[in-house]
C-alpha cells in the first residue's frame, strides 16, 4: 500500500495545524517568540491565576505545549503527545473558566478545541503520512492511548486541585499565598502576553 488516502491526508493536515499553533503558543511561554512573555511574563501571569511555584507552572505549561505540538506535528509517539496536549489544555482551561465557554469572553472555548483534537489524534491515530507509520509505529501502540490519557488527566486533575485549593484559601485569608505571587500577580505584559492556551 503506497498510495495515501483522504483519511491520511486529513490526519496530516490536522496535525500540522494543531500541532503548530501548540508548539507556537509553547514558544511564546519558553522563548517569547510571536509576542509572547517568555518566562518571566509567563510566570507573573501563572502566579496572577493561582499556578504556583509560577516559574515551574510556565516552564510546565510552556514544555507541554511545544512538545506536544512538535510530535504531533510529526506524528511521532502520538498517544503520549496527544496526552501532554490534553493535560496542558486542561490546565488552560481550568484557567479560563471563570470566564465562561466562549473564547471572545475570554473563556476556555480553544483550550478545550485544542485538548479535544489532541486526545482524537491519540485515539485515531497519526495516519501513515507519519514518524510513527516510518517506525512501524514502535511509540503508537493501542495500549499506549488509554494510559497516556489517563495518565495525563490524573496530572491535571492533580495541579487544577491543588490551584482550586490555593485559590479557595487565598480567598479565606484576604491575600496570596507563597512568596511568588508578589511582584510577578501585577505585571499586566505577562498577562496580555501568556494568551488563552
Known sequence: MSCYDRKDLGLLLLRLGAGGVLAAHGAQKLLGWFGGGGIAGTSAFMASIGYRPAKASAIAAGTGETSSGVLLALGLATPM????????????????????????????????????????????GPGRLSLDEALGDRLDRTWMVPVALATALAGAAAVIGARERRLRDEEKDGEPDGDE????????????AAGPA
Do not use: K, R
Open 181 to 192: 505571587a508578589g511582584d510577578e500577580a501585577g505585571d499586566e505584559a505577562g498577562s496580555e
Open 81 to 124: 503527545a496527544g496526552g501532554i496536549a490534553v493535560g496542558t489544555m486542561a490546565g488552560a482551561s481550568a484557567a479560563h473558566a471563570p470566564q465562561g465557554f466562549w473564547s471572545q469572553s475570554g473563556g476556555y472555548e480553544y483550550p478545550v478545541a485544542l485538548g479535544l483534537i489532541g486526545a482524537s489524534l491519540a485515539v485515531a
